[in-house]
C-alpha cells in the first residue's frame, strides 16, 4: 500500500489506548541495557532470543501486537526518536514486498554465518544477538530522524517474520461506513492507510504485516470504522 506523500510534523491531536505507552516506555529500558550493557557482559544479549521467543507466541494469536505494544526498539523510536525525527513520509520502497525480503535475507544470513562462527562459546553467541540489536538501532535511527521515527518497523526482519506467521490473526476490519478520510493514515506510526482496504460490500481487512495492531487508527477514526477481527 502507497500512501498518500505529505508530511506528518504535526501529530499533537493524537488519541492513543490507554496502556500502550506506558507499556512501551517500560520495555523501551531493555534497548539500552542489551546494546549499552550487552558489550560489558555479552551473555545479556540472550535477551534477545528471549524475546524473540515471546514474539512468536504473541504472533500465534495477536499478529504484530508484540511490535505496536512490547518490541522495545519500537517503543524507543516511537517515544524518544519521535521527539527529533523530522518526521517526513516514508517512501513507497519501504512499502514493497522486494526490500523487505531482501533486508530479511541480508539480515538473517549475517546473523547465521556470525552464529555459526560462535557456535559453543555463550559468551560469543550473546555477541552475536546484541550486534545483530546494534545495527538495527543504528540504521533505524538514522533512517527515523529523517523519515517517520518507525519508519524501520515497515521492513524489521522481525516484525516481517510476525507478519507471515499471522495472516489470518487479530486482522483490522474496515467497515464500509469509512469515508475515506485518511485520518487512520496519518496516526499510523508505520503510515498504513486502513481506508484503503474498505470493500464496497462487506468489510474489508488490513493484510497482518502491515499492521502493529497500536489501534492508534481504531481509536482516532471519526466514523467508528475499524476494529480488530
Ligand atoms: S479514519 Fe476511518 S473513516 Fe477515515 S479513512 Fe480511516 S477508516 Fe475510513
Ligand atoms: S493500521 Fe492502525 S492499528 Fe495498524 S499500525 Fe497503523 S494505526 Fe496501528
Request: charged share 15%.
Amino acid at each position: 500500500m502507497i500512501a498518500p506523500e505529505k508530511n506528518q510534523k504535526s501529530r499533537s491531536r493524537i488519541q492513543e489506548i490507554c496502556c500502550r505507552k506506558p507499556s512501551q516506555l517500560l520495555m523501551s529500558l531493555l534497548l539500552p541495557l542489551v546494546v549499552i550493557g550487552g558489550y560489558f557482559c555479552p551473555r545479556i544479549g540472550f535477551t534477545v532470543l528471549g524475546l524473540i521467543t515471546l514474539f512468536m507466541v504473541i504472533a500465534g494469536f495477536r499478529g504484530r501486537f508484540y511490535c505496536g505494544w512490547l518490541c522495545p526498539m519500537g517503543a524507543f523510536h516511537e517515544r524518544f526518536l519521535g521527539l527529533f525525527s523530522l518526521q517526513r513520509a516514508i517512501l513507497p520502497v519501504f512499502k514493497s514486498s522486494w526490500f523487505r525480503w531482501l533486508l530479511f535475507v541480508l539480515m538473517m544470513g549475517l546473523m547465521s554465518s556470525r552464529l555459526y562462527l560462535a557456535w559453543g562459546d555463550s559468551k560469543a553467541i550473546g555477541a552475536v544477538f546484541r550486534m545483530m540489536w546494534v545495527l538495527s538501532t543504528g540504521l533505524a535511527i538514522g533512517l527515523g530522524l529523517y523519515f517517520k521515527p518507525r519508519v524501520w518497523c515497515t521492513v524489521c526482519p522481525m516484525g516481517s517474520l510476525q507478519g507471515v506467521s499471522s495472516r489470518n490473526t487479530y486482522l483490522l476490519t474496515v467497515e464500509d461506513s469509512c469515508v475515506q478520510c485518511r485520518k487512520c493514515w496519518e496516526v499510523c506510526p508505520i503510515s498504513t492507510y486502513p481506508g484503503a482496504f474498505k470493500q464496497e460490500e462487506g468489510s474489508g481487512q488490513v493484510p497482518s504485516i502491515e499492521c502493529l495492531r497500536c489501534s492508534n487508527c481504531v481509536v482516532n477514526c471519526p466514523k467508528k470504522a475499524l476494529s480488530f477481527q
